[in-house]
């Protein structure tokens, strides 16, 4: 409290005595008081009118009114203003007043003046965070407002491309000159460049008896809001004249209020014709090339590679979650994206590339380019693209995110089937693991691959672990609610023969088929209990979250194996949790509840992870697991979306429910950080706090800090 701080004070006193009373007692803390005191009813109507107080004190007195008519008139005509009933004797707490913040003694000058001063320490605070909460929604809404104009601009291109492909000639009229038109237009008037009819009156093309015709229809055309068909006369680049239907409608171009004129092309209702109009409508959406014709494109490139000099690639690109996208939006909004996406795309590679679309939500690249690392960029580079486009149909934003798998074509490779076969490979290790992702195949393991190919994976897999070109890597997970305590999730990584470290889901997908997934499983707890055995040296709170395959789920033998380790290590069971795919939790209640059952007599806990997106909660309810993690595909972006917004609710309440505790996956940004915070969301996890590393080192004192951020 600073010297001489201004305080303005209402008190509701019947005694001026009483009321300087307290005016002394607050100067002397420090206050310099305003006063402003209330005897009577009509004085305290009459306090709405004065400039709003910091505190009302309420005394004693025949005529002043009842506590309950103070506390209803600052309810109806101010905002958090505490109310403080002022006592001669100590007054219990049971038996405060209703609608009071205090209730304390005037024979205790200091303890009115500190609860003076906590009730409008909170009162200030309170009204910051109003401020604050007003900020966040402003940013929110300009954000919001970006993406809608940015979404405008990209429905003004596509328009302006239909337009300039139609048959119909279109012109754009501002402030009575011509302002666009398209081809057809153009070649209606007998003219090449637009700069010969842009900015010329559109009086001037109309036949002089027809002004007044004119004029008069597109005041009431603006007026009505409605296209409207008059039959006037226009004069073509070379004198001629000739009557002709014309519409008028009121538009928008280049946000500007104007008016478009169109005259109609003649239509001809036969067969060739409807065909050719719908292909040519096709085209204006899509100039991808069909499946059949990609994949000729990529046998001709495996017969000449030698010759080219160029690395060709094929990159295969998977909308995530369109399915769903669908069926919240509609068939016709989902179309509309795809179509958009398409032509990103297309502008993202360069004309001599083949795109092409494979499913309904599936596109295929070939591409060339200098090196693989120029392949990467231009892929990544088309990822960020559809992360950050945005599509509004009908009023509804659509946005999706897109898993990217890329395969460089080699020698290794037979036929155009087995490229794509590697690049769906790549694109499904992208999208398990978590999607929003460009993954390379490993061309190391396409020299393993032969006629005898699960031989030859398993020969790998030992090989990789032989060569020790496996090693472990620790994310944090850290706690919102300033829980103590260190969590770290294990992840694993392999690097390959030429040294290039790659995403774990391709290794893991050639061990599971080659029933190696256990063996791998072993390998991570056994390397993650030794690294924890070795932290817990200099931090006795650390606990680590590990993976374990659908194999490992139904390996009878693996609790004792694990206990075994765990004494080894001299680990107690509860600093290990064990994390399961809901998808593999779900697809076989039984076992998955036999094996938790048998790590939970060891002490050790289950985390069911990528949870909320696909399965029904209800399917978990008899599985006895201690922590949900939160699909990362719905943290993303989370902020603005509310549809992911309402499932992160949804998994929140389901935990509260099953009592376990949820963490967050994939928190990339601070506005995501917030939100999760304000749903009560327990801990989080993502490069937010920071990226996977080498090291089990994380500083969680800087939890404290991130729960600051969020609580601010």
Known sequence: ???????????????????????????????????????????????????????????????IPEIEAVAACLA?????????????????????????????????????????RMLLGDAALGRRICRLEEAVGTIQLQQRIDQLEKALQEKEKDCLTLVDNSRDAIAYVFNGDYLYANPACLAYYGMEELAELQGTPL???????????????????????????????????????????????PASFENRRC?????????????????????????????????????????????????????????????????TIRENFGIYAGDQAIKNISALIQDNYGEEDT??????????????????????????SLRKKVKKHVTVVGGQIVQTTCSIGMCVINEHMKNSQDVLSRADLACEVARSSGGNLVHVH??????????????????????????????LVYQPIVSLNSKAGGCYEVLLRVVDENGHVMLPGQFVSLAGKTGMSTEIDRWVIGSALKSLHDNRDEDDNIVFFVKVSSSTLSDGKFPAWLEKQLKKNKLQGSSLILEIPEANAVRNTDVTSGFIN????????????????????????????????????????????????????????????????????????????VTLWQYDVDYIQGNFVREPGREANYDFEDAIALHNLAEA
């Open 442 to 471: 490993s061309t190391a393991i396409d020299a393993q691959i032969g006629s005898e190919v699960e031989l030859q994976c398993d020969s790998m897999i030992r090989k990789t672990i032989d060569d020790e070109r496996l090693y």
């Open 1 to 63: 409290m600073s010297d001489n701080e201004n305080l303005h004070l209402v008190i509701v006193e019947g005694s001026r005595k009483r009321a300087n009373s307290c005016v002394a007692m607050l100067e002397a803390a420090g206050y310099d008081v305003q006063l402003v005191q209330v005897q009577d009813t009509r004085a305290l109507e009459a306090m709405s009118d004065q400039p709003l107080a910091d505190i009302v004190l309420y005394g004693e007195g025949a005529r």
């Open 76 to 116: 109806e005509h101010a905002v958090d203003i505490p109310l403080v009933a002022l006592a001669s004797d100590r007054t219990s707490p049971d038996s405060m007043p209703s609608g009071t913040s205090a209730v304390v003694s005037l024979d205790r000058p200091d303890e009115l003046v500190s609860t003076i």
């Open 598 to 673: 048998a790590v939970h007599k060891i002490g050790c806990q289950i985390a069911i992870e990528h949870f909320g997106y696909t399965s029904p909660p209800e399917l978990l309810l008899d599985l006895a697991m201690d922590y949900l993690k939160i699909d990362g595909s719905l943290v993303d972006n989370l902020a603005y979306s509310s549809e992911n917004q309402a499932r992160v609710r949804s998994v929140v309440d389901f935990a509260r429910t099953t009592k376990t505790q949820c963490i967050a996956e994939r928190v990339d940004d601070a506005s995501s950080l």
């Open 203 to 249: 009086l001037e093309r109309v036949d002089a008896d027809d002004h007044a015709v004119l004029e008069e229809l597109l005041h009431n055309c603006h007026q009505a809001g409605d296209a409207m068909a008059v039959k006037i006369r226009l004069t073509d680049n070379q004198g001629r004249s000739r009557s002709t239907a014309v519409a008028f409608a």
């Open 355 to 380: 795109v092409s679309q494979f499913g309904d939500y599936v596109f295929a690249i070939l591409s060339s380019s200098q090196d693989e690392d120029h392949a990467y960029l231009l892929a990544d």
């Open 259 to 323: 008016t478009r004129m169109t005259i109609r092309a003649p239509r001809k209702a036969t067969v060739a014709g409807m065909i050719t109009e719908a292909s040519t409508q096709e085209q204006l959406f899509s100039a991808a090339f069909n499946r059949q014709y990609f994949m000729q494109a990529v046998e001709d490139s495996l017969k000449f590679q030698d010759r080219t000099g160029m690395f060709q690639t094929v990159t295969y690109v998977l909308l995530d979650d369109f399915r």
